[in-house]
């Protein structure tokens, strides 16, 4: 029997371990994960506990797998990434988040094997030119990301869209412009978890949580904006391209309304039955210059392109999350 395998990059981190475990739902497909692991009392094992995988495969040995496999692969997923946006090494994050992906994507289009990689809200900077998911060269070429790890982003996004119009492409490929996710598997991001997991402990044990101030007069403090996305959302888009191999394209992924940090608080309070407690403390410096007051997913493309699943709203997310995950003895999907 011929198997049909998805291969999933960073695929025991936070959103590929999540993708990981709806696609091994389905008893047909072998699901693939490359990712590291590094040390036991990260946890990041943990991710991976509940899934049937049908391989591990380190990242160095990545490319020599996929070579002795490639005619069972239906779908690569890249995921993998250096997602701080505050990691000080700019070789280490182009590395990883261009020159790797820039390979993939060629073994893809050589291999006629599809592709969906995860790209991010980074690239859309300050929004100065608002956050519509245009696929136009020149409307990618302009955007102006804030930090490093937006740079390289968008860098490969315009490198994918470059080779697409010069008809070099894997016969899908599709970049996910994910927005703020949240939601089980985050444990081992530490620092750069979302503010709901951040929080938790302290919510669960009704003390008060701390937000940024603003540093802009306009914006009242923990009242910055972001598109709050929970990851089930990821994972149903990732399904439905998986059936949908027609889709090609860079698209945002986000709930599509903005919401503020001071409503995300609110929200994990509410759910844990517990009363609001919010105090505001300093921006570190290092991102106050960096820092991105206000995102909100323009979700227009993915609905044309015929995804019609409702987007979870920050409410019934952080019900769901802080219910079924964080308030768990067990909180890993």
């Not at 049909?4 to 993708?19: E, P, Q, Y």
């Not at 100065?128 to 136009?136: L, V």
């Not at 007069?217 to 888009?237: H, L, M, S, T, W």
């Not at 759910?271 to 505001?280: E, F, H, L, R, S």
């Amino acid at each position: 029997m011929t198997r049909r395998i998805v291969f999933i990059t960073g695929g025991a981190g936070f959103i590929g371990s999540n993708i990981a475990a709806k696609l091994a739902e389905d008893r047909t497909l072998d699901v693939v994960v490359c990712d590291r692991l590094h040390e036991v009392d990260t946890g990041k094992w943990r991710n991976l506990a509940k899934t049937p995988i049908g391989d591990f495969v380190h990242p160095e040995d990545m490319f020599d797998w996929l070579e002795k496999r490639w005619r069972d692969i239906e779908l690569v997923v890249h995921m993998g990434a250096v997602s701080s946006t505050t990691e000080p090494d700019a070789d280490k994050i182009i590395r990883s988040n261009f020159q790797l992906s820039r390979d993939l994507f060629r073994w893809c289009a050589d291999r006629q094997r599809r592709l969906v990689y995860a790209s991010s809200a980074a690239t859309y900077g300050a929004g100065e030119h608002g956050f519509d998911d245009d696929n136009d060269y020149e409307a990618l070429a302009r955007l102006k990301p804030l930090n490093t790890y937006g740079w390289s982003k968008a860098l490969f996004d315009l490198f994918a869209a470059r080779q697409a119009g010069r008809d070099y492409a894997p016969p899908q490929w599709v970049g996910l412009k994910f927005f703020n996710v949240y939601g089980p598997n985050e444990e081992h991001k530490h620092s750069m978890k979302s503010v709901a997991s951040q929080i938790w402990p302290q919510v669960r044990e009704g003390h008060a949580v701390q937000l940024f101030k603003s540093y802009r007069a306009d914006v009242p403090d923990g009242g910055q904006k972001r598109d709050f996305v929970y990851v089930r959302d990821a994972v149903d888009v990732t399904r439905w391209l998986f059936d949908n191999p027609h889709v090609n394209g860079i698209y945002n992924l986000g709930s599509g309304t903005a919401r503020t940090f001071e409503d995300m608080a609110r929200q994990v309070f509410e759910a844990a039955g517990k009363n609001a407690q919010i105090d505001y403390g300093p921006m570190p410096p290092a991102i106050r210059d960096k820092y991105q007051y206000f995102t909100e997913a323009k979700m227009d493309r993915l609905k044309d392109a015929g995804y019609a699943q409702p987007l979870t709203t920050l409410e019934d997310g952080i019900s769901d999350y802080v219910g079924r995950f964080l308030s768990q003895p067990d909180p890993y999907r």
